[in-house]
C-alpha cells in the first residue's frame, strides 16, 4: 500500500504513515474537521515516487492547491515533536510541483537539522522512515496554534492561543504580529482576532482532543472564510515537566525540588528514589520538619504545603531555606507564602505545644553546638574518629551468601546513621559562616565575608581534589599516554591491569566511593568505573602555568581569608564594638569549623557503596535466574520490587526496560522547576524576572572575585574536557564535580546556596562563583567570552572574544 486516503487512516498505522498522518487520521475519523487528504506511505521507502498512484489520489481531491507535509514515523512523540526539523509546502498546485513537494519532503529526513534533533533525542536513525501527507489547502482568515496546557508555566488549568490572521505559519516563523490568548476558565474577552465564541470553540476542541489523547496538546488549527473551524495537527506538548501525583489531599499543593541541595538534577533512578525518599525525610525530622518525599519527573520534590500554612513554621521557612536551598528558593517560597490560597489555617483546638521528643532534640542540638563552638579543636578530632569508625564499620558482614540475606542487609536501617559527634559540628560550622553576614550589614560587602570563607581547611572534598592533583603531577612521565587516550579506554586498561601504575589504586582505596550524582545507589562509584577520574587527571596535566596549580591556588585563598578575615574583625569592632566581638569570633570559628561540612556526606557514602555492591550481586542472582536482563537492571527497581523478585520470582524485565527509556528522556530535560504547584505551574515562570546590567545575566555572588574566559558549558562531568582558565558552566554542582574548579577561572550555575557544595569548593580555590543563574547553561554557549563578576552577582557575555587568546585572560579574582 504505498497511497492511502487519509479518511482510511487510523491511529495504529504510524509505522505506515507517520506521527502526523495517523493523528490526523484518527481525528477525522472520529468526526472532527480535518483537511480532506491522502498519504504516501513508508512502504514505497527507496524507491521513486509512486507517480501514477501520487496523481489518482490528487484528481480524486480535486486538484488544486495542496499542503504537502512530512509525517515521518519519529514525529510527534511524546518527547519529540520535530516541530519544523522536516520540510513542509504550502499553495502546491499542479501534478508536476506536487511530485517535486513530496520528493522533497521525503529529503528532508536527512536534512542536517532533523539528524541533529535525532541525535538529541536518542532516536535510531535506522528506525526513522518518511511518509508524506498531502491536504487540501484551507484559506483561512485566522490561524495559529491552541496549548491546552499553559507552555509557559506548565499550568494545566489554563490553555493558550497564539492566533495570526491568514495563515499560521506566521505564529511559528515570527514574520507577522501574533495575538496571545490565555483561557483560565473565566469569560474570554470579545476582542482582537477572535470573538469570544471562537474562544471558547478552540477550548472545547482542546478538551475534547486532551481527552481522546491523553495528555496536553498542541493543537494547530484555522478558520476559514465561511468561519469553519479546521483541525490541522494534535500532537503531545513535549516541553512540559511532569505533573505532582495526586495524593489526594486538597488542592493547590507546592513542591520544592530537592535534588539540587545534593548538585544532582538529573533523575534519580528508581533504587535510589525509593532510598532518598527515607533518607530525606529522615533528615528534615531530625530538625523537627514533616515532609513528604515526592517523585516528580524522577527528581525529589518535598511538598511544603502544610509548613506554608501552619500558621508559626511558615514565618520561617523562608529563613530555613537561606543555607542549603538558596535565594531562587527561597523568592519561590515568598511567592507562595504571599499566594491567598497559602494562606496560614486557623488553629482548631488546643494549643500544641513542643513534644517531649523535639524538646530532648533541640536540649542536644543546643549542647553539641556550643560545645564545637566551645573547643572546636576537640570536636574536629571527634568528627574525625567517628567518620573512620563509620568507615570501618561499613563493611558487609560475614554470611551475606544468598540474595535473600544481601536484601534483607540492605533495607535494615543502618544504626548508626547521623550520629551526634558529626552533626553538630558540622552545624555549628554552618551558623558560624552564615550568621556574620548579618551581624555586619553596613560594615562588610557580601564578597568580604564570601573572601573569609575562602582556603577552609578540614574539607574533605579539598583535601580529594588536592590528592588528585598530586596524583596528576606523579604521573606526568605518561603525559602524552593520559592525554591522548580516551578516559573510557584508560579505565579499560586500568581495570585489565596493562595501564602503568601511576598511584591511581592509592585514590581509589581512599575515595573510591565518590562520584557525581552520588546519593544516588544507581549510580557507578568511581572504584566500579575511574573513567572519570582519568578525565579530571587529563584536565590537570592541562594546568602548565606553576601560578595556577591548585595547591598554590588553595593557599593564596587561605591567606587572602586570614588577612581579610583580621581586617574585618578590627572594623567592625571599631564600628560596632559589640556586634564586631561576636562576628570576629564567629568568623575564626567558621575557619575552623565550616570546612567540616563534607564530612557528613562523605561518611555516609560509605554505607551506600557497600548497598550498591550487595544489590549489584543480588542484580546478579535475579540476571541467572531470567528475571532481570543484565546486574545493573536492579537500580530500575524498588527495593520492595526487589523483594518481590528475590522470594517470588517476579519477572520486572519490561518494567525496567520502560523506566530505562524514560531515564534517558528525564536526562535529556534542559530545566528542572524550582518549586511546582499541583496543577503543574512552574512557580518561578510566573515571577516578574530579576533586573541586570543590559547583556548581562543576573544571579547571585557566592565566592568572591571577577574574572573573564571563554565558557565551558558542561552537563556531565564524567568525560568532560576543561581548559586552565575556562569558566565552567554547569546546572548544578555536587562533590563529583569539584576536581573540575582546580583548572577553571570561575564557576557559574543556575541553582545552589552560598553554603552549597559548589560554591563552598569555589571559595577555597579563590575563583569567583555566581550562582542560581536560570538557564546559564542555555544562554551561555561553550567558547562564548563571558565576565564573571561576583561582587555585581552577574555574568556578562561578550559579543566577541577580546584578545586572541581568551583561555589566558583572569582579570582579578579574591586571591
Not at 531530625?286 to 517523585?295: A, N, P
Not at 508559626?312 to 542549603?324: H, I, N, Q
Not at 590528592?467 to 579499560?492: E, G, V, Y
Not at 557559574?748 to 546559564?776: K, L, N, Q, S, W
Amino acid at each position: 500500500m504505498r497511497v492511502i486516503a487519509l479518511s482510511e487512516v487510523t491511529g495504529d498505522m504510524t509505522e505506515l504513515v507517520g506521527g502526523k498522518a495517523a493523528r490526523l487520521g484518527e481525528l477525522a475519523r472520529s468526526g472532527d474537521r480535518v483537511p480532506d487528504g491522502f498519504c504516501v506511505t513508508t512502504a514505497h521507502e527507496g524507491a521513486a515516487v509512486p507517480r501514477a498512484e501520487v496523481a489518482q489520489a490528487y484528481e480524486r481531491l480535486g486538484g488544486g492547491p495542496v499542503a504537502v507535509r512530512s509525517s515521518a514515523t519519529a514525529e510527534d512523540l511524546p518527547d519529540a515533536s520535530f516541530a519544523g526539523q522536516q520540510d513542509t509546502f504550502l499553495s502546491v498546485t499542479g501534478i508536476a510541483d506536487l511530485l517535486t513537494a513530496i520528493e522533497e519532503c521525503r529529503r528532508s529526513l536527512h536534512d542536517p537539522r532533523a539528524v541533529a534533533y535525532r541525535d538529541a533525542h536518542g532516536i535510531d536513525h535506522a528506525s526513522a522512515r518518511m511518509a508524506v501527507l498531502v491536504q487540501r489547502m484551507v484559506d483561512p482568515v485566522a490561524a495559529g496554534v491552541l496549548f491546552t496546557a499553559n507552555p509557559l508555566t506548565g499550568c494545566r488549568t489554563e490553555m493558550m492561543v497564539e492566533a495570526t490572521a491568514g495563515l499560521g505559519t506566521a505564529v511559528v516563523d515570527g514574520s507577522a504580529a501574533v495575538q496571545r490568548y490565555v483561557l483560565d476558565g473565566s469569560p474570554p474577552d470579545d476582542a482582537g482576532l477572535l470573538t469570544a465564541e471562537r474562544l471558547d470553540e478552540l477550548r472545547d476542541a482542546g478538551r475534547r482532543l486532551q481527552d481522546r489523547f491523553g495528555c496536553p496538546q498542541d493543537v494547530e488549527w484555522a478558520y476559514d472564510r465561511q468561519g469553519v473551524l479546521w483541525l490541522l495537527q494534535s500532537r503531545p506538548i513535549t516541553t512540559l515537566f511532569p505533573l505532582p501525583p495526586d495524593n489526594g489531599r486538597p488542592a493547590p499543593r507546592v513542591y520544592l525540588e530537592f535534588g539540587h541541595v545534593q548538585g544532582m538534577r538529573q533523575p534519580a533512578t528508581p533504587m535510589g528514589m525509593s532510598t532518598l525518599k527515607s533518607l530525606v525525610a529522615a533528615m528534615l525530622a531530625s530538625f523537627g520538619l514533616t515532609v513528604e518525599i515526592t517523585d516528580i519527573g524522577g527528581r525529589l520534590y518535598g511538598d511544603l504545603t502544610d509548613l506554608a500554612r501552619h500558621p508559626s513554621t511558615r514565618k520561617r521557612l523562608v529563613k530555613l531555606m537561606a543555607v542549603d536551598f538558596g535565594p531562587r528558593a527561597q523568592a519561590v517560597m515568598e511567592h507562595v507564602l504571599a499566594d491567598p490560597r497559602f494562606a496560614p489555617l486557623r488553629a482548631s483546638g488546643p494549643r500544641r505545644t513542643a513534644t517531649g521528643p523535639a524538646l530532648r532534640t533541640a536540649a542536644r542540638a543546643a549542647t553539641g553546638v556550643v560545645r564545637a563552638l566551645a573547643r572546636p579543636e576537640a570536636a574536629r578530632a571527634r568528627l574525625f574518629r567517628e567518620v573512620e569508625r563509620l568507615r570501618v564499620g561499613s563493611a558487609a558482614p560475614a554470611g551475606l551468601d544468598t540474595a535473600a540475606n544481601r536484601l534483607r542487609y540492605v533495607r535494615d536501617e543502618d544504626p548508626s546513621a547521623g550520629p551526634d559527634d558529626i552533626v553538630w559540628p558540622i552545624v555549628a560550622g554552618m551558623l558560624a559562616a552564615t550568621l556574620p553576614a548579618t551581624l555586619l550589614r553596613g560594615v562588610a560587602e557580601p564578597d568580604e565575608i564570601n573572601t573569609v570563607l575562602g582556603g577552609m581547611p578540614h574539607n574533605v572534598t579539598i583535601e580529594m581534589d588536592l590528592a588528585l592533583w598530586r596524583l596528576s603531577q606523579q604521573a606526568a612521565a605518561h603525559r602524552h599516554l593520559l592525554l591522548t587516550t580516551p578516559p573510557h579506554d584508560l579505565a579499560t586498561a586500568y581495570a585489565r591491569g596493562t595501564l602503568p601504575d601511576i598511584g591511581l589504586a592509592a585514590f581509589l582505596d581512599r575515595y573510591g566511593h565518590r562520584a557525581a550524582a552520588e546519593v544516588d545507589l544507581g549510580v557507578p562509584r568511581w572504584d566500579e568505573d575511574p573513567t572519570p577520574v582519568f578525565a579530571m587527571i587529563a584536565n590537570y596535566l592541562r594546568v602548565t602555568d606553576p601560578e595556577q596549580a591548585p595547591d598554590r591556588r588553595f593557599a593564596r585563598a587561605a591567606e587572602a581569608a586570614e588577612v581579610t578575615c583580621a581586617d574585618l574583625v578590627a572594623r567592625a569592632r571599631r564600628r560596632r564594638p559589640v556586634r564586631g566581638r561576636i562576628a570576629g569570633f564567629l568568623l575564626r570559628r567558621a575557619r575552623m569549623l565550616a570546612g567540616l561540612r563534607e564530612a557528613g556526606k562523605f561518611a555516609g557514602l560509605y554505607r551506600l557503596r557497600e548497598m550498591r555492591r550487595q544489590l549489584l550481586l543480588v542484580g546478579a542472582d535475579l540476571t541467572q535466574r531470567g528475571l532481570l536482563g543484565r546486574p545493573d537492571d536492579i537500580m530500575f527497581l524498588t527495593l520492595d520490587e526487589t523483594h518481590a523478585a528475590v522470594h517470588d520470582g517476579a519477572d520486572h524485565r519490561s518494567a525496567v526496560a520502560a523506566r530505562r527509556a524514560t531515564y534517558r528522556r528525564e536526562l535529556r530535560r534542559p530545566a528542572v522547576p524550582v518549586a511546582l504547584l499541583s496543577d503543574g505551574t512552574d512557580v518561578e515562570a510566573v515571577l516578574a524576572p530579576a533586573s541586570a546590567p543590559d547583556g548581562a545575566l543576573r544571579g547571585v555572588g557566592a565566592a568572591a572575585g571577577r574574572a573573564t574566559g571563554p565558557a565551558r558549558v558542561v552537563h556531565d562531568p564524567t568525560t568532560a574536557h576543561v581548559e586552565p582558565g575556562d569558566v565552567l558552566v554547569a546546572p548544578t554542582t555536587d562533590p563529583g564535580w569539584t576536581p573540575l574548579f582546580l583548572t577553571a577561572a570561575a564557576l557559574v550555575t543556575e541553582t545552589g546556596a552560598v553554603m552549597a557544595h559548589g560554591p563552598t569548593v569555589a571559595r577555597e580555590y579563590g575563583i569567583p562563583a555566581v550562582i542560581c543563574v536560570p538557564d546559564a547553561t542555555r544562554r551561555i554557549r561553550t567558547g562564548q567570552l563571558v565576565t564573571v563578576d561576583a561582587a555585581a552577582g552577574t555574568v556578562t557575555p561578550h559579543p566577541a572574544p577580546v584578545v586572541a587568546d581568551p583561555s589566558v585572560i583572569v582579570e582579578a579574582s579574591a586571591s
